[in-house]
């Protein structure tokens, strides 16, 4: 069976940082890797997602992803946060026969001005 | 395009009481997923439709969960009787297709608080 580890449960940075949340998963087969954003009192919004090719992926809000099989990681990365970046982010991987997506257990970020 | 829609938002009760929730998926979306999430948790699929089937419960807590999807719509998730531990925010997603890689969209969630 699949999982996902994320093992920051929460990180601060400072508004204009750089940031990098870390993500582990587990899986047989090749994996179709997902993270997705939650903000306070709102359901899961897809940021990107890794099928194959290209190991580096690009999402929405300047978002990027980097996939290292070598390592089973898939970690979210920004090259500069913003206040507005401040939310739970979610690691998932899909697998199984009905496709179904595993949910790491979530980073919180706050981002500090 | 209509995202997809759940109510009601938040819902307070007593335990042994029973509770029922709603979603609308996105129009023409064939998969529907309901799922749990606890606090300090990520979300856990409790069942997955495909139309009005039921494609994976496995993680359904038979005794107290039922849930159903009439005409390949809209759904409903019902507990009862409702315990402590299902306080939870419960997320209906839904997708086009619910093949592979296919993205699933998700509603805003409900807040169940069980005192």
């Known amino acids: 069976a699949q999982s996902v580890t994320q093992p920051d449960i929460h990180i601060t940075v400072s508004e204009g940082a750089s940031l990098e949340l870390r993500c582990n998963y587990s899986y047989g087969a090749t994996p179709y890797l997902f993270w997705y954003v939650q903000s306070p009192g709102q359901g899961l919004q897809l940021l990107l997602k890794y099928f194959s090719g290209d190991t580096l992926v690009q999402g929405i809000k300047g978002f990027e992803a980097e996939f290292k099989r070598s390592q089973s990681s898939f970690n979210l990365r920004k090259p500069s946060v913003h206040w507005s970046d401040a939310a739970e982010y979610f690691c998932?991987?899909?697998?199984?026969?009905?496709?179904?997506?595993?949910f790491g257990k979530g980073t919180l970020l706050t981002v500090n001005p | 395009e209509a995202g997809v829609a759940q109510s009601p938002r938040y819902k307070i009760i007593e335990k042994r009481q029973s509770v029922a929730f709603w979603c609308n998926p996105i129009s023409g979306h064939a998969t529907l997923y309901w799922y749990q999430q606890i606090l300090g948790q990520g979300p856990k699929l409790l069942i997955q439709?495909?139309?009005?089937?039921?494609?994976?419960d496995s993680q359904l807590p038979k005794d107290r969960f039922s849930a159903e999807r009439l005409k390949g719509v809209d759904s409903t998730l019902k507990i009862q009787p409702a315990k402590l531990e299902d306080s939870a925010v419960y997320l209906c997603?839904?997708?086009?297709?619910?093949?592979?890689?296919?993205?699933?969209?998700f509603g805003p969630g409900t807040r169940l608080t069980v005192l």
């Open positions: 439709f495909q139309n009005n089937g039921v494609v994976d």
């Open positions: 998932a991987v899909e697998g199984g026969s009905n496709y179904k997506l595993t």
């Open positions: 997603a839904s997708s086009s297709s619910g093949r592979a890689r296919d993205e699933q969209f």
